[in-house]
């Protein structure tokens, strides 16, 4: 059963589709707001639910990341099936999949916001696969948040299976393999105050990304979920500019 408030979304428009993928342990809530404003520019939007997210967390022990690509694949299948063009957005893990969906596939553009390089450094990494047989669980870190009305009803997982950080780290590998194979335009959004993922994330997604048109956009006031953060209406709006400029008739990419 899915959480309340958690559903996946979908707002029929225009024939340019916008494609939304939200992060890590969340749920389709994160893009929500994002989903309403692109809608009221005209755009169709879907907003995805990731496989085994929004529902409990002890459904992440029976997902590879392998799972989280096709639940980008079948959202994509359903959007084109109303537009001509699909930009593909996503916070966090769903700016991993957005990128790395975007290196195989026909899509006209990347929005990535929050999007990690690598994991956090931790000693324990390397012994990941060990540890996840004698301690299953994780807790889910301190919140990186600006926005503390938002974070009352923020629906994310309070703890994850170990096992789902193997995967996490696999998807990880298969981005950063991908990313001179990316060749759309790509706008990255990130936060100079983003504590869990650095800034030094962006910057190097941004220098491997094969594209001649890919941007870093910086926002001041966010924490990591940057589409419920005080920079939001920024964010929207640029969104939206990046997608009227790489749609129109004359953009070469």
Request: proline letters at 8%; aromatic letters at 10%; one cysteine or more.
């Amino acid at each position: 059963m899915i959480i309340p408030t958690a559903e996946p979304f979908f707002f029929p428009g225009n024939k340019i589709g916008c494609l939304l993928i939200h992060g890590y342990t969340g749920a389709p809530k994160e893009m929500r707001w994002m989903g309403e404003y692109l809608g009221k520019m005209g755009y169709t939007v879907l907003g995805v639910r990731l496989a085994s997210h929004a529902t409990r967390p002890q459904d992440m022990r029976r997902t590879r990341w392998q799972d989280w690509v096709t639940s980008v694949e079948d959202g994509y299948n359903l959007l084109k099936g109303w537009v001509d063009q699909v930009f593909v957005i996503g916070l966090s893990m769903g700016g991993i999949l957005s990128l790395l969906f975007a290196s195989q596939n026909p899509v006209s553009g990347v929005v990535a916001m929050s999007t990690p390089y690598y994991l956090p450094d931790d000693p324990r990494l390397p012994f990941i696969r060990l540890i996840a047989l004698f301690i299953p669980w994780i807790k889910q870190g301190a919140p990186d948040w600006r926005n503390p009305e938002a974070a009352k009803d923020h629906v994310c997982y309070p703890y994850f299976p170990i096992r789902a950080v193997i995967q996490l780290r696999e998807l990880l590998g298969e981005m950063r393999s991908a990313l001179p194979s990316v060749h759309v335009p790509v706008l990255l959004i990130h936060s100079k105050q983003a504590a869990g993922v650095v800034p030094e994330n962006a910057e190097k997604i941004l220098s491997a990304i094969g594209s001649q048109d890919k941007q870093l956009y910086w926002v001041e006031n966010s924490g990591h979920v940057i589409p419920r953060e005080p920079d939001r209406d920024l964010v929207f709006k640029t969104t939206h500019e990046f997608i009227q400029r790489v749609q129109s008739p004359g953009h070469a990419q």
